[in-house]
């Protein structure tokens, strides 16, 4: 299928940080606020999962959620994931279908762990899935101020500029 195939087949819509999204799964059941760590502002579902879609061209911005989120390789090209963690350090990982080029069908991105993502060079797009446990919710998710990053990681000064839309 094409990109715009499974956009429509999955009736996915835009997402704020970049590419197109369907929620798959919303726990039925909720962890109360005060069974969580200090940093959830309330209750959250045990866990949600969407499909994920991004075309060449197009970028995820670098963004950041209170949970960890378990990314899933599906179909397309590659996806480049890259990771800016709370102490600064930086790591690139690629998602995808092929472990013997050191792809990965599933990585974790850490709970406040700043990251973003793009097709790489040669997909066209990238399906993928993503997980979150704690379950996501919106009051959870900052997208990056792209001055406000820069001056917290300025040897990223670089990355960051081409990462961010704001």
Not at 36 to 61: M, V
Not at 93 to 116: L, M, S
Not at 130 to 155: H, M, Y
Request: some cysteine; glycine content about 6%.
């Amino acid at each position: 299928m094409t990109a715009q195939e499974l956009i429509a087949h999955f009736d996915m819509q835009a997402h704020p940080e970049g590419g197109w999204f369907k929620e798959t799964y919303r726990s039925k059941e909720a962890i109360e606020a005060t069974a969580l760590p200090d940093r959830f502002s309330g209750s959250r579902f045990f866990s949600t999962a969407i499909y994920f879609l991004l075309e060449q061209g197009n970028f995820s911005a670098f963004h950041r959620i209170k949970s960890d989120e378990c990314w899933h390789f599906y179909a397309g090209g590659p996806l480049d994931l890259y990771m800016i963690h709370e102490n600064g350090s930086f790591e690139h990982v690629v998602i995808g279908n092929r472990p013997e080029k050191k792809q990965h069908f599933q990585f974790v991105v850490p709970a406040g762990c700043w990251f973003a993502s793009r097709p790489s060079v040669d997909s066209v797009f990238s399906f993928v899935g993503c997980t979150v446990a704690p379950g996501f919710d919106f009051n959870d998710f900052e997208l990056a101020e792209k001055e406000l990053l820069r001056a917290s990681f300025p040897q990223h000064s670089e990355l960051i500029s081409t990462l961010c839309r704001s």
